[in-house]
C-alpha cells in the first residue's frame, strides 16, 4: 500500500501563486511516476502534470508555462508550483501514482479557489 497526503491548497487571487506539496509514504519502492490531477465542480478530473522516476515532467496545455512539477525523492515528495493563477484553476487537486506491480493510489485531494 501507498499512502499520498495532499497539502498547500487554499484561497489566492487571480495572479497568485501556490506550491501544492504530496508526501508519499508505505510501501513506496516500487512507485513509478507520479501525477497531478485536478477536477472542477461538474467536470471530470484531468492531469495537469506528471513526472516520472527520470525526472522528466509533462504538463496540459491549460497550464504549461504557469505551473511547475517537480519531486523531492529524499522526502519522497512531489511538488506542484503553480503561478499567475486563474479562476478557471479552481479545483480539487489530487495527486496520483502508479507502481511497477500495477496498482494505482490517490491523494485524498486539496482544494485550490482562485478568486477574480
Known amino acids: 500500500q501507498v499512502r499520498l497526503v495532499e497539502s498547500g491548497g487554499g484561497l489566492v487571487q487571480a495572479g497568485g501563486s501556490l506550491r501544492l506539496s504530496c508526501v508519499a509514504s508505505g510501501r513506496i519502492f516500487g512507485i513509478t511516476g507520479m501525477g497531478w490531477y485536478r477536477q472542477a465542480p461538474g467536470k471530470q478530473r484531468e492531469l495537469v502534470a506528471s513526472i516520472n522516476n527520470s525526472g522528466n515532467t509533462a504538463y496540459s496545455d491549460s497550464v504549461k508555462g504557469r505551473f511547475t512539477v517537480s519531486r523531492d525523492n529524499a522526502e519522497n515528495t512531489v511538488y506542484l508550483q503553480m503561478n499567475s493563477l486563474k479562476p478557471e484553476d479552481t479545483a480539487v487537486y489530487y495527486c496520483?501514482?502508479?507502481?511497477?506491480?500495477?496498482?494505482?493510489?490517490w491523494g485524498q485531494g486539496t482544494q485550490v479557489t482562485v478568486s477574480s
Open positions: 496520483n501514482t502508479a507502481t511497477v506491480f500495477g496498482n494505482l493510489y
